[in-house]
């Protein structure tokens, strides 16, 4: 079993639409969890970061943390064409020198 | 503030030559790391420095070198490159255990 499983999408939506982005992990030790969004040919971008269960609101985005579950959530509301990127959730090691991350969704928006 | 700026933006190379990947970080982060990106596989790290004049193998390090010149920067080096190092390499900086800031990327292209 791989450490983070993400679904790659892709994921269309219209525009408004409240998206839902998931992952799960394999290692229950994980404690900080972190979604980026990436651009096409840029850089990963950190949108946001959360420290052991629990929701953590930042504008639009909720990120959500189940670690009962050992399952990880991203919630964009109001979705907009500018959303449109790659999501990829992201976990620290036991160790805390590295991120594992997973493959990435791919959200489209359309207006 | 630039954050993680990477040198060169695009490299095209032959089988057999050797180049460096430079990055340089202004937020005095002591950790710095050096990930692979390629169609399917997400992100994959290199090699990683978790503080000054130390450095640490990651996931793929085979093919590579590292070194970290001073706190702010922190060099990547191919020596005989291969077509299968065709790749994104991102650059990163951070905290110990905190999250994780990527610089735009080098696109590098082996023939």
Known sequence: ???????????SVPEGAIVSLNCTYSNSAFQYFMWYRQYSRKGPELLMYTY???NKEDGRFT???DKSSKYISLFIRDSQPSDSATYLCAMI??????????????????S | ??????????????????????????????SMYWYRQDPGMGLRLIYYSASEGTTDKGEVPNGYNVSRLNKREFSLRLES???SQTSVYFC??????????FGPGTRLLVL
């Open chain 1, 93 to 110: 090691n036991q160790a805390g020198t590295a991120l594992i991350f997973g493959k990435g969704t791919t959200l489209s928006v359309s």
């Open chain 1, 1 to 11: 079993q791989k450490e983070v499983e993400q679904d790659p999408g892709p994921l």
């Open chain 2, 81 to 83: 490159a291969a077509p």
């Open chain 1, 63 to 65: 990120a959500q943390v």
């Open chain 2, 92 to 101: 990163a900086s951070s905290e110990p255990s905190q999250p994780q800031y």
């Open chain 2, 1 to 30: 503030n630039a954050g993680v700026t990477q040198t060169p933006k695009f490299q095209v190379l032959k089988t057999g030559q050797s180049m460096t990947l430079q990055c340089a970080q202004d937020m005095n982060h002591n």
């Open chain 1, 52 to 54: 052991s269960s629990g």
